[in-house]
């Protein structure tokens, strides 16, 4: 079995459904209030696991009744949970999502999630010096990342670098990722606006862009590729790119090949957005092999 470590924030989503966004200043009627687990590297270490991968998640939760749901889904969905430890005196994470018109828009307050330092990474060192690959999104500080970058590359491990949510990188820790994932609007921050194609073939078989419906662009140190996306009828997107990150590392991890890893993790995906809440639609291994027959 292929062992992921997950560094990264882990939160309660707080989920409104209306039929209309706000604009600013405006007040509307909402439809329903959910909270769910949540949390990009929560996410992924869920989608990970689902998908047959041993997972270690590292993170920090509040010492409060959400860090407890928090902790008890990571453990239900089988993740390792030794090196996620509640933050005495601090809330849990909280992403404050809407629902409307097809998409969602997400509010995240870190909380627990800011204590995830170098030095509270450093704790956990011998998970990553067993692990086949790390994945890390930019819900948690960024000299943690940082950090991280230089951690892997020091023992020889693969970095997924998720960019999300968008803020700059430097070029230190995009030289010490294996695979840097940013969707369209990430990559624009990311890279100062700069011709997709030409950044691209900068960074062959590292850089994938991931853009919704159209699929996943990337180099392949000869030509420019485009995996495309599978068409499903979206419940809910929220989640979609944790499970794509997760399924690509999976697969990767396991050894397959680029274009095989892309629909694969296309694949669950599309899977994922079928059902409500980040983590509802997370597929299994056997639900995205399934899939590929029907
Ligand atoms: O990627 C989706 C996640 O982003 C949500 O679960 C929410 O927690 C936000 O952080």
Do not use: W
């Not at 999502?97 to 999630?113: M, P």
């Not at 170098?118 to 956990?124: D, M, R």
């Not at 930019?138 to 991280?148: A, D, N």
């Not at 999976?250 to 694949?267: P, S, T």
Request: contains cysteine.
């Amino acid at each position: 079995m292929i062992k992921i470590a997950v560094v990264g924030s882990s939160s309660m989503d707080l989920v409104v459904t209306s039929t209309k966004r706000p604009i600013a200043g405006e007040t509307v009627l909402g439809d329903s209030f959910v909270t769910v687990p949540g949390g990009k590297g929560a996410n992924q270490a869920v989608a990970a696991a689902r998908l047959g991968a041993e997972v270690t998640m590292i993170g920090c939760v509040g010492d409060d009744f959400y860090g407890e749901i928090i902790l008890e889904n990571l453990k239900n969905n089988g993740v390792y949970t030794n090196f996620v430890e509640p933050v005495p005196g601090e809330v849990s994470g909280t992403a404050h999502i809407t629902l409307a018109e097809g998409d969602n828009s997400i509010i995240v307050v870190k909380g627990a999630n800011d204590s995830i330092t170098p030095e509270y990474v450093q704790k956990a060192v011998k998970v990553i010096e067993e692990t086949d690959i790390v994945l890390v999104q930019q819900e948690i500080p960024e000299e943690t990342v940082e950090y991280l970058a230089e951690l892997c590359e020091k023992l020889g491990k693969r970095l997924l670098l998720n960019p999300a949510p968008a803020r700059k990188i430097s070029e230190h820790v995009i030289q010490r990722s294996a695979f840097i994932t940013p969707n369209e609007h990430e990559f624009e921050i990311l890279f100062n606006g700069r011709d997709r194609s030409e950044v691209l073939a900068e960074y062959p078989n590292k850089l994938f862009i991931t853009e919704g419906k159209d699929g996943v662009r990337y180099f392949d140190g000869k030509q420019e590729r485009v995996v495309p996306s599978f068409v499903v009828e979206a419940v809910d997107t929220t989640g979609a790119g944790d499970t794509f990150n997760a399924a690509f590392a999976v697969a990767v991890a396991e050894g397959k090949g680029f274009e095989e890893c892309l629909l694969f993790a296309n694949r669950a995906a599309s899977i994922s957005v079928t059902k409500f809440g980040a983590q509802g639609g997370m597929p299994t291994r056997e639900e995205v092999e399934g899939s590929f027959e029907s």
